[in-house]
C-alpha cells in the first residue's frame, strides 16, 4: 500500500482522497484553508452515511476507510508520501510553487503529480529540480464515480513512470488512459464539437436548443443534449475550457468559441446554478416542445456526430493516444454511448469523409477539414477496428 499526498480539499482533491482510502491507501489531505478540510471531512462522512444505508459499507468499516485520511494544515505531514496529487486552484504560477515546496519535503523517489484540466504538464514539471518524476493524473469529477483517468507524461517525465501510474491507478479501480501533454488531453479536446457544432447550429438558426437537444438524445443516444450539459456543466467553466482549448492550440479556427456562449458568460447566465443559461430555469417556465421532423433531426445529429468522429480521428492520426484509450476516454470520461472511432466504423468512414467534404466545400472553413487518416482509411478501403 502506498501513502497517497493530496494538495486542496475541494471537490476533486476530496474525491480522489475518497479513492485511495476506499482501496486501502493512506491518504494526507492538506489544504490552506482550514475550513476547507473541515467541509471536506463533513462532507465525507455523509458520503458514508450513505452508502452504509445503501449497504454498500458496513458501519465498521466505513469508518476505517474515512481513518485512513488524516487532515493536515502542514506540509510536514507529506514527508513519507509516494504520490503527491495536485488539486488546488487552476493557476500555473500558484501550481509552480506549489511542486517546488512539496519537493522539499518529500523523499527523492516520490512521484508528483497535477489533476489539471488545462494546463501543461511539462510547464508545471519545469518548476521541479527533478522533472522526470512530474506527471499529470487527471480524475474526472466526481471522482469516486467516474471510472476514466487520464494519465499524462510530460515531455521530462521518465520512461517507465507512464506505467506504473497505470497499473497503480487500475488496482483502485479506475480506467486510467495515456494520452499526450497536448491541450485538453483526451476528453476535453474531442468532446469540444458536441458543444461548438451544436452551438452553431443554433446560431445558424437550423434548430432551437429543443429541438438539437432532442435530436441527439433521442437519435445520437446521448445521455444529454449539448444545451442541457452546458448549462449543467456551467458557462463558466465550459466556455472557460473552450477559450483555453482554443488559446493552446494556437488559435486554429476549428476550436474557436462562440460569441453565444461568450455572451451568457458574460452576463452571468451560467445555467442551472444560476437560474438561467441556454435554458430559464425560472419556476413556471417550461421547455418549448422539440420539432418532430425526423429529418431535420437526423442532419443535426449526423452533423455533430460526423464533426466528433473527425476530431477523435484526428487526435488518433497525431498520436496523442491510441485507439481503444480514445474511445474508452470517451465513454467512460463524458458518458459517450459508443466510442468514437466505433461509431465511424458503423457509419462508414466514406459516409463521414463525404458528409465532412459536403461541410467544408459549403462553408470553406477550416473546421471543416477532414482529418487526413479518414481519407488515407478510406482510399485503403481500411476500418479503425
Ligand atoms: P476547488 O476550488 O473545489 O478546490 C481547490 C482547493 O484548493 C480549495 O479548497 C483551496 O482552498 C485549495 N487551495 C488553493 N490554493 C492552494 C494552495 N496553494 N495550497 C493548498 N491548497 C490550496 O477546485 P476543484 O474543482 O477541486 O479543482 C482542483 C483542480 O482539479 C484544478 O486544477 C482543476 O482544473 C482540476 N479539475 C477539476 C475538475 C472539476 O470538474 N472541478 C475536473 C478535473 C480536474
Not at 132 to 161: C, D, K, S, W
Not at 317 to 328: H, P, Q, Y
Not at 336 to 357: F, N, S
Amino acid at each position: 500500500m502506498k501513502k497517497i499526498g493530496i494538495i486542496g480539499g475541494g471537490a476533486m482533491g476530496s474525491g480522489i482522497a475518497q479513492v485511495f482510502a476506499q482501496s486501502g491507501h493512506s491518504v494526507v489531505l492538506y489544504d490552506t484553508n482550514k475550513e476547507a478540510l473541515d467541509r471536506s471531512k463533513q462532507n465525507l462522512a455523509k458520503t458514508f452515511e450513505k452508502l452504509v444505508a445503501k449497504e454498500k459499507y458496513t458501519a465498521e468499516k466505513a469508518q476505517e476507510i474515512q481513518n485512513k485520511i488524516e487532515y493536515a494544515d502542514s506540509l510536514t505531514a507529506f514527508a513519507s508520501i509516494d504520490l503527491m496529487i495536485e488539486a488546488i486552484i487552476e493557476n500555473l504560477d500558484i501550481k509552480k510553487s506549489v511542486f517546488k515546496q512539496v519537493e522539499e519535503i518529500v523523499s527523492d523517489e516520490c512521484i508528483l503529480a497535477s489533476n489539471t484540466s488545462s494546463l501543461s504538464i511539462a510547464s508545471i514539471a519545469s518548476a521541479c529540480s527533478k522533472p522526470e518524476r512530474v506527471i499529470g493524473i487527471h480524475f474526472f469529477n466526481p471522482a469516486p464515480l467516474m471510472a476514466l483517468v487520464e494519465i499524462i507524461p510530460a515531455v521530462q517525465t521518465r520512461e517507465g513512470l507512464a506505467d506504473e501510474v497505470k497499473a497503480l491507478i487500475q488496482s483502485v479501480g479506475k480506467l486510467p488512459v495515456i494520452t499526450k501533454d497536448t491541450p485538453g488531453f483526451i476528453v476535453n479536446r474531442v468532446a469540444r464539437p458536441f458543444y461548438s457544432e451544436s452551438i452553431r447550429l443554433l446560431e445558424e438558426g437550423v434548430a432551437d436548443a429543443e429541438t438539437i437537444d432532442f435530436a441527439m438524445t433521442s437519435v445520437g443516444g446521448f445521455r444529454m443534449g449539448p444545451f442541457e450539459l452546458m448549462d449543467f456543466i456551467g458557462h463558466d467553466v465550459n466556455y472557460r475550457v473552450t477559450e483555453s482549448v482554443f488559446e493552446s492550440f494556437f488559435y486554429d479556427p476549428r476550436f474557436k468559441p462562440s460569441f453565444s456562449q461568450k455572451r451568457l458568460f458574460e452576463a452571468g447566465y451560467y445555467g442551472r446554478k444560476s437560474g438561467r443559461g441556454f435554458y430559464n430555469y425560472a419556476e413556471g417556465v417550461e421547455k418549448k416542445a422539440p420539432s418532430q421532423d425526423q429529418a431535420l433531426l437526423e442532419k443535426i445529429y449526423k452533423r455533430v456526430l460526423v464533426m466528433l468522429i473527425n476530431e477523435a480521428a484526428d487526435a488518433l492520426f497525431l498520436n496523442i493516444a491510441n485507439r481503444e484509450d480514445l474511445d474508452t476516454a470517451m465513454t467512460k470520461g463524458v458518458n459517450y454511448p459508443k466510442g468514437l472511432l466505433k461509431w465511424a466504423d458503423e457509419y462508414g468512414l466514406e459516409k463521414v469523409q463525404d458528409d465532412l467534404d459536403e461541410l467544408y466545400n459549403y462553408y470553406h472553413e477550416d473546421r471543416y477539414r477532414l482529418s487526413p487518416i479518414i481519407r488515407n482509411y478510406v482510399k485503403e478501403n481500411k476500418t479503425f477496428y
